[in-house]
């Protein structure tokens, strides 16, 4: 059984920092999407940054384009979210996903139907 389990989250001021991980287990298979989502309070949950884990390419939504960083740790089972420059605007829960649904193609990477296990998210506050 997959299982995803974020940390990281806490408040802090507008301009900080915050790097979220997820530490994943319970699959054998290279060929996989990972996804961070977030969903802010009255809102939709969102796309954030995905990585196709295969082939190390990295997707990120336009709002956190040159703010936000997804990476994979050295055992590939650990991956993170490094968010830069952070406005109040990104506060929200943040959710792991993995998606083993093969390949994807057209931006159906942020289709969230796609993600086949969830982690239970980790709560970001950003402060003006």
């Known amino acids: 059984q997959v299982q995803l389990v974020e940390s990281g989250g806490g408040s802090v001021q507008a301009g900080g920092s915050l790097r979220l991980s997820c530490a994943a287990s319970?699959?054998?298979?290279?060929?996989?999407?990972m996804g961070w989502f977030r969903q802010a309070p009255g809102k939709e949950r969102e796309g954030v940054a995905v990585?196709?884990?295969?082939?190390?390419?990295?997707y990120y939504a336009d709002p956190v384009k040159g703010r936000f960083t997804m990476s994979q740790g050295n055992a590939k089972n650990t991956l993170y979210l490094q968010m830069n420059s952070l406005k109040p605007e990104d506060t929200a829960m943040y959710y792991c996903?993995?998606?083993?649904?093969?390949?994807?193609?057209?931006?159906?990477?942020?289709?969230?139907?796609?993600?086949?296990?969830w982690g239970q998210g980790t709560q970001v506050t950003v402060s003006s």
């Open positions: 996903a993995a998606s083993f649904e093969g390949a994807l193609y057209g931006g159906l990477w942020w289709r969230q139907e796609k993600y086949n296990y």
């Open positions: 990585m196709n884990a295969a082939r190390g390419s990295t």
């Open positions: 319970g699959y054998t298979s290279s060929r996989y999407y």
